[in-house]
């Protein structure tokens, strides 16, 4: 399993790639008078990355029967650029739960609200569990008791996240009704 690219694509590669989708980022010339530089790369990914998902989404709008065919068909292109590593595969989920777990956490928030704290939680629970099954596959015994109770702490997040919505919306009575009771 090899997470490195063979022909990893350049800072300018990927910004033409982004011009060819009409979505290259404004660069400030002052400070990028040569175009975009290879420390720009990640950041550059991630702007395309953010467009292909986005024409994704577009394409493969969940609102009528029939529409999961769509999305099967996103997959077997993902599935031809991946091809039969598993493990690689299995790696690319894990970083792409991660990116989505730091997305639903609002990074600038001090405190989330219920919903969004348990879908975070159920996003790290994913990544924990497969993580978990990586570690055991390798015999890392430690490894994957480490991850099983951040799987553990993470389902408790989950539960507390949706009863903490429940009480706020007064399906369930909060902590100053239990007190009271």
Same mark, same amino acid.
């Given at each position: ?15 033409a ?18 175009g ?16 292909? =998902?986005?024409?994704? @989404?577009?394409? +493969? /709008?969940l609102?009528?029967? &029939?529409?999961i !065919?769509?999305?099967?068909?996103? #997959? ?31 990074p ?6 219920p ?21 055991? =596959?390798?015999?890392? @015994?430690?490894? +994957? /008791?480490?991850?099983?109770? &951040?799987?553990? !702490?993470?389902?408790?997040?989950? #539960? ?22």
């Amino acid at each position: 399993m090899s997470i490195s690219s063979e022909r990893p694509a350049s800072a300018e590669q990927i910004y033409a790639a982004l011009a060819a989708l009409a979505a290259e980022p404004v660069a400030d010339p002052e400070k990028r008078p040569r175009g975009p530089q290879e420390e720009d790369r990640l950041q550059l990914l991630g702007s395309l990355l953010a467009k292909i =998902e986005l024409e994704i @989404t577009a394409a +493969t /709008r969940l609102t009528e029967e &029939g529409e999961i !065919e769509d999305v099967l068909q996103t #997959l077997l292109g993902w599935e031809e650029q991946v091809g039969a590593d598993a493990g690689l595969a299995l790696n690319v989920l894990t970083n792409r739960l991660q990116r989505t777990a730091v997305q639903v956490s609002e990074p600038e928030a001090e405190e989330l609200p219920p919903g969004r704290e348990a879908a975070f939680a159920a996003v790290m629970t994913a990544v924990y569990a497969l993580g978990a099954q990586l570690h055991a =596959e390798r015999g890392d @015994t430690e490894g +994957t /008791r480490s991850a099983l109770s &951040g799987a553990e !702490e993470a389902l408790i997040d989950i #539960l507390q996240g949706i009863h903490d919505l429940r009480v706020a919306i007064g399906d369930a009575p909060g902590p100053e009704t239990e007190a009271d009771g």
